[in-house]
């Protein structure tokens, strides 16, 4: 297993629409210094040239903080790079071809909404599973909901880590209690905040707590 289930704890999931003026490094800095256990780079809009030199920044950063950093969907990039891993929606290239591509020691995040897709995902060699979306969200218009039996029986299913995603905040953590979920994976909950540091610690202790 290339990741902990202690690197769930609190994954942040980066989106740049709440830069205002910001850049993204300083951003996701003070989410790791939030205590931050895990940083997925997502980027839809960017061209590669800068997909790449912002990828390079924040490598280094989760580095000096000893936070594991994956690309979202973008295989390539992650290669190119050199990314601890990338993470992939059912949609995206499927985890066995991912590890064909990526060699061994990188981790790969799939994510699913049921027990069916998380062994499938498993089987073909994910570290482990982002699982959602459990609330509706902005960052995902089209996400079904998953309930939290769904979650729990996912938990159950795969003895690999488990991250529960999807419009989670510090008040609606309460539904994942005693799901098994190894942490959650937060985009608005940290990058939206006015104060990202204070909300990222806030956060942690909240999760830690519900865990």
Same mark, same amino acid.
């Not at 159950?156 to 609606?172: H, L």
């Given at each position: ?12 999931? @980066? %989106? ?10 300083? *951003?996701?800095?003070? &989410?790791? #210094?939030? =205590? $931050? ?66 060699? @061994? %020691? ?10 069916? *897709?998380?062994?499938? &995902?498993? #089987?073909? =060699? $994910? ?67 006015? %104060? ?16």
């Amino acid at each position: 297993m290339n990741c902990r289930p202690e690197d769930m704890l609190l994954y942040a999931v @980066t %989106d740049r629409a709440w830069l205002n003026g910001e850049t993204l490094e300083s *951003q996701v800095e003070k &989410a790791l #210094k939030g =205590g $931050a256990t895990f940083v997925q780079l997502r980027e839809k809009e960017l061209d590669e040239e800068m997909f790449l030199e912002e990828a390079k920044k924040i490598k280094k950063l989760c580095a000096e903080y000893h936070v594991p950093f994956v690309i979202n969907d973008n295989v390539d990039i992650a290669l190119k790079m050199d990314a601890d891993g990338v993470h992939v929606g059912q949609s995206d290239m499927e985890a066995g071809k991912v590890r064909e591509k990526l060699g @061994t %020691d990188k981790i790969i995040g799939v994510s699913c909404k049921n027990v069916e *897709q998380a062994l499938l &995902a498993k #089987k073909h =060699g $994910a570290d482990y599973l982002g699982v959602g979306a459990m609330y509706p969200t902005g960052t995902k218009k089209d996400a079904t909901a998953v309930t939290p039996e769904a979650l729990s029986a996912i938990c159950q299913a795969v003895d690999i880590p488990v991250v529960a995603i999807g419009g989670i905040n510090k008040d609606r953590l309460e539904p994942l209690k005693g799901t098994g979920v190894d942490g959650v994976a937060v985009v608005s909950a940290i990058f939206a905040a006015e %104060d990202i540091e204070k909300a990222t610690r806030e956060l942690k202790e909240a999760v830690r707590e519900i865990l």
